[in-house]
């Protein structure tokens, strides 16, 4: 059984980094397309960004490209999502999610975590 685990989130102000890991267990995490949704109050989830199982493709939401960057160390069993020029609007629950699926952006999700709040003030 696949168990993700978030951590790095916090309130911040606009125009700060922050960045956030995800640690998979429970199975072989190269098998794993990686990636991170985002969640705000009355809003739907919605996808930020993906990795391939190697890190050699990436894949990011228009409204994050050139601010976030995904990366990951399977060696580490762990996926990072670097967040760059924080908003106001990026303020959310960042949730880590895996895919046995190779396609990006994510669309088949096997495993979610249990999120980590991402909050920035202006």
């Known amino acids: 059984q696949v168990r993700l685990v978030e951590s790095g989130g916090g309130l911040v102000q606009a125009g700060d980094s922050l960045k956030l890991s995800c640690t998979l267990s429970?199975?072989?995490?190269?098998?794993?397309?990686m990636g991170w949704f985002r969640q705000a109050p009355g809003k739907e989830r919605e996808f930020v960004a993906s990795s391939s199982w190697s890190g050699s493709s990436t894949y990011y939401t228009d409204s994050v490209k050139g601010r976030f960057t995904i990366s990951r160390d399977n060696a580490k069993n762990t996926v990072y999502l670097q967040l760059n020029s924080l908003t106001p609007e990026d303020t959310a629950v960042y949730y880590c999610?895996?895919?046995?699926?190779?396609?990006?952006?994510?669309?088949?999700?096997?495993?979610w975590g249990q999120g980590t709040q991402v909050t920035v003030s202006s």
């Open positions: 429970g199975r072989t995490f190269s098998e794993y397309t």
């Open positions: 999610a895996a895919s046995r699926s190779t396609a990006q952006p994510m669309s088949i999700i096997n495993a």
